[in-house]
């Protein structure tokens, strides 16, 4: 099986229905920012009940459950299990809109994120099985795009349908193409062999679990970039879920106008610097391995001053001229730093190495980013007013600078290999 050639073809159309795949999962999971306020206003809840459903509750199950199934995807078939969850989450995203309170719909979030558990994983394994350590990084950046794509579509479907039907419908709306998605995946994705693009003859045994996290933690580049994603998500994520409400409620935005805006900068000029992230990353390789991570720091120092300068603009035309800036820089560490990781680890160990690194990403980011700005909200919201909105996204600036830190330590590491 292994010295059977995959075609340039085969390759590139089993990553763009992955590319599909990560897409659909980021509808499902974003479509809930842009309708925020609605959903507030339905079921009549805080700030920190919102950061709970966007982020902690669902976090909680997709990043758990995430090691399990990427322990499965190690021992059995990888595109088996992406179809599954495929279907899983989509049939819960249009749940969501028969929702009668909000722990109706919180439960169905938490569905969600117990399908999305286990697409990610294989995903970053089948990819690594395809494209030789040279070329990863710029093949994980165009899986990254699923990201930006995602966002784009759920900004869209959920800030329009909502203004002409109601938000319930955005999430039928959204659910129910992921469905085909599943059929599809089934039917036209061929498995490749473990190992095909580092030429391994065979298959070796997947480790237990304990021996990966001792491999792991043992190597300090591994435990930077763990703490970097971390850290840089956390930003990431608060920001997705906060500044739709942040446009709408300070600067009177509607959901349809917050939804084109964000679609088209987070989606059109995320997905350029995503793409180009993972590009340039290959590129300066060639300059110490290590450049691949230092990359990404540049980018968060660049980053910064655009995003303190629309969190803190009076201004609806200057807060979004300047959010242009986060947009377009904010997905760069991901195809690169899930390319190094798929690099430091041996191939019987990349779907669980990708699901520790996705806990914790997931936990840190996803868990405690929206939640923690929608607490701050809360706490300052009786000195503040709508304001108080702006503080808790004034302390995304410092997380992610601090996974800065850590991204550059991760840099000097691999230089040392």
């Given at each position: 099986?292994?010295?059977?050639?995959?075609?340039?073809?085969?390759?590139?159309?089993?990553?763009?229905?992955?590319?599909?795949?990560?897409?659909?999962?980021?509808?499902d999971r974003q479509i809930v920012a842009i309708l925020q306020e609605p959903i507030k206003l339905a079921f009549q809840i805080s700030d920190t009940q919102l950061g709970l459903l966007t982020?902690?509750?669902?976090?909680?199950?997709?990043?758990?459950?995430?090691?399990?199934?990427?322990?499965?995807?190690?021992?059995?078939?990888?595109?088996?299990?992406?179809?599954?969850?495929?279907?899983?989450?989509?049939?819960?995203?249009?749940?969501?809109?028969?929702?009668?309170?909000?722990?109706?719909?919180?439960?169905?979030?938490?569905?969600?994120?117990?399908?999305?558990?286990?697409?990610?994983?294989?995903?970053?394994?089948?990819?690594?099985?395809?494209?030789?350590?040279?070329?990863?990084?710029?093949?994980?950046?165009?899986?990254?795009?699923?990201?930006?794509?995602?966002?784009?579509?759920?900004?869209?479907?959920?800030?329009?349908?909502?203004?002409?039907?109601?938000?319930?419908?955005?999430?039928?709306?959204?659910?129910?193409?992921?469905?085909?998605?599943?059929?599809?995946?089934?039917?036209?994705?061929?498995?490749?062999?473990?190992?095909?693009?580092?030429?391994?003859?065979?298959?070796?045994?997947?480790?237990?679990?304990?021996?990966?996290?001792?491999?792991?933690?043992?190597?300090?580049?591994?435990?930077?970039?763990?703490?970097?994603?971390?850290?840089?998500?956390?930003?990431?994520?608060?920001?997705?879920?906060?500044?739709?409400?942040?446009?709408?409620?300070?600067?009177?935005?509607?959901?349809?106008?917050?939804?084109?805006?964000?679609?088209?900068?987070?989606?059109?000029?995320?997905?350029?610097?995503?793409?180009?992230?993972?590009?340039?990353?290959?590129?300066?390789?060639?300059?110490?391995?290590?450049?691949?991570?230092?990359?990404?720091?540049?980018?968060?120092?660049?980053?910064?001053?655009?995003?303190?300068?629309?969190?803190?603009?009076?201004?609806?035309?200057?807060?979004?001229?300047?959010?242009?800036?986060?947009?377009?820089?904010?997905?760069?560490?991901?195809?690169?730093?899930?390319?190094?990781?798929?690099?430091?680890?041996?191939?019987?160990?990349?779907?669980?190495?990708?699901?520790?690194?996705?806990?914790?990403?997931?936990?840190?980011?996803?868990?405690?980013g929206p939640l923690s700005v929608g607490t701050i909200s809360d706490l300052t919201l009786d000195f503040a007013g709508i304001d108080s909105l702006r503080y808790g996204l004034y302390f995304?600036?410092?997380?992610?600078?601090?996974?800065?830190?850590?991204?550059?330590?991760?840099?000097?590491?691999?230089?040392?290999?």
């Amino acid at each position: 099986m292994q010295n059977n050639k995959i075609s340039d073809r085969q390759r590139s159309y089993t990553l763009a229905l992955l590319v599909l795949v990560f897409t659909s999962s980021h509808v499902d999971r974003q479509i809930v920012a842009i309708l925020q306020e609605p959903i507030k206003l339905a079921f009549q809840i805080s700030d920190t009940q919102l950061g709970l459903l966007t982020g902690v509750m669902f976090a909680i199950f997709y990043a758990t459950l995430g090691m399990p199934m990427a322990m499965w995807a190690d021992r059995h078939n990888r595109r088996n299990l992406i179809t599954f969850s495929i279907s899983l989450w989509s049939a819960m995203t249009v749940l969501c809109g028969a929702a009668v309170q909000f722990w109706h719909l919180l439960l169905a979030r938490i569905g969600v994120g117990v399908g999305e558990a286990g697409s990610n994983p294989p995903s970053h394994s089948i990819i690594s099985d395809l494209y030789a350590p040279h070329e990863r990084a710029t093949a994980m950046a165009i899986f990254g795009l699923g990201v930006n794509f995602g966002i784009m579509l759920g900004y869209l479907i959920g800030g329009w349908v909502n203004e002409w039907l109601d938000w319930r419908w955005a999430f039928v709306v959204a659910g129910v193409p992921g469905l085909f998605i599943a059929v599809l995946v089934r039917l036209t994705m061929v498995e490749p062999p473990r190992g095909y693009a580092d030429g391994l003859s065979e298959r070796p045994p997947a480790p237990p679990f304990r021996a990966v996290l001792s491999f792991m933690f043992k190597s300090a580049a591994s435990r930077h970039l763990l703490i970097a994603n971390a850290l840089i998500s956390l930003a990431g994520y608060a920001s997705i879920a906060w500044v739709p409400v942040y446009f709408q409620r300070i600067h009177d935005y509607s959901t349809g106008e917050s939804g084109t805006f964000l679609a088209l900068a987070i989606g059109v000029g995320g997905g350029l610097g995503t793409f180009l992230g993972g590009y340039v990353a290959d590129r300066v390789a060639k300059f110490g391995e290590g450049w691949r991570a230092k990359l990404v720091s540049l980018t968060i120092l660049i980053y910064l001053p655009f995003a303190y300068l629309c969190y803190s603009s009076q201004d609806p035309f200057w807060a979004a001229i300047w959010y242009v800036g986060p947009a377009a820089l904010g997905g760069v560490y991901l195809g690169v730093n899930f390319a190094i990781l798929q690099s430091l680890v041996p191939v019987e160990m990349r779907s669980v190495a990708a699901a520790i690194n996705l806990f914790s990403l997931n936990i840190i980011g996803l868990g405690l980013g929206p939640l923690s700005v929608g607490t701050i909200s809360d706490l300052t919201l009786d000195f503040a007013g709508i304001d108080s909105l702006r503080y808790g996204l004034y302390f995304t600036l410092g997380v992610i600078l601090w996974g800065a830190l850590h991204q550059w330590h991760m840099g000097r590491h691999l230089d040392r290999l």
